[in-house]
């Protein structure tokens, strides 16, 4: 029994594994070979590439909105604590920060972007991002093993998919690499704890464009 219900879980991991390399080789020679504008990459290319398969996926596997997060339930209380996680992000950013500069560096890599449309790009990216590692494989890790390990292995392929970008697209070494991805593996532990407590995707949603502007501001 204890043989059969081992395979029953490879079974089940193969589709969201595939799902992950997939999304791992396509995204990361995508950045590493074209560079077009902020906008039209977290806007319009990225969904296409990260979501467009989980329109089968999703079918296939039998899953409701709900399944990912897709809720109205809990949504003040999601909103609540992904604002007070929130401010403890923005405050690792601000160290992080000085760490780089020697000082509080407010301007550094904000870009020229209108403040409005660089707040509709976080909420994409976040809403793209967040389906994907909490929505849908944090939601299949967590029918298939304990909290503890459904929280360390989306956090470890969360901290995996961003490693690229900050080794060949920003160039990052050193201090900067362990400081980046430390705040991105704390942050996937927060944002993955955060849905498993309200099975709302908007949690981690809220979670991740606060999170995003400190990472913007040590970048």
């Known amino acids: 029994m204890d043989k059969q219900s081992t395979t ?24 590493m070979s074209f560079r077009f ?20 996926i999703v079918p296939k596997d039998k899953l409701k909105f709900s399944d990912l997060g897709i809720t109205l339930k809990n949504l003040f209380p999601s909103m609540y604590l992904s604002l007070a996680l929130g401010v403890g992000f923005a405050f690792l950013g601000l160290l992080a920060n ?12 904000i870009g020229s972007l209108f403040i409005g449309t660089s707040i509709v790009i976080s909420f994409m990216t976040a809403i793209t991002e967040e389906l994907v590692f909490r929505g849908y494989l944090l939601g299949i ?17 969360w901290t995996a998919i961003h490693a690229p970008i900050a080794f060949f697209i920003w160039e990052l ?25 309200t099975r709302n995707i908007i949690a981690p949603v809220f979670l991740h464009v606060l999170w995003e502007w400190p990472i913007i501001l040590f970048r």
Request: aromatic share 18%; hydrophobic share 50%; proline share 3%.
């Open 141 to 157: 890790f967590i029918k298939k093993y304990n909290e503890e390990l459904s929280i360390a292995l989306t956090t470890i392929l």
């Open 98 to 109: 000085f760490a780089k500069y020697g000082g509080i560096n407010f301007g550094a890599n």
């Open 173 to 197: 070494s050193g201090l900067q690499i362990v400081l980046y991805l430390g705040l991105t593996f704390v942050y996937g532990l927060g944002a993955s704890v955060l849905f498993i407590r």
């Open 37 to 56: 504008s902020e906008t039209l990459e977290e806007l319009y290319i990225k969904p296409v590439i990260w979501l467009l398969p989980l329109l089968y």
């Open 8 to 31: 029953h879980k490879q079974k089940g991991l193969a589709i969201p594994l595939l799902y992950f390399i997939y999304i791992f080789i396509v995204w990361s020679s995508y950045r």
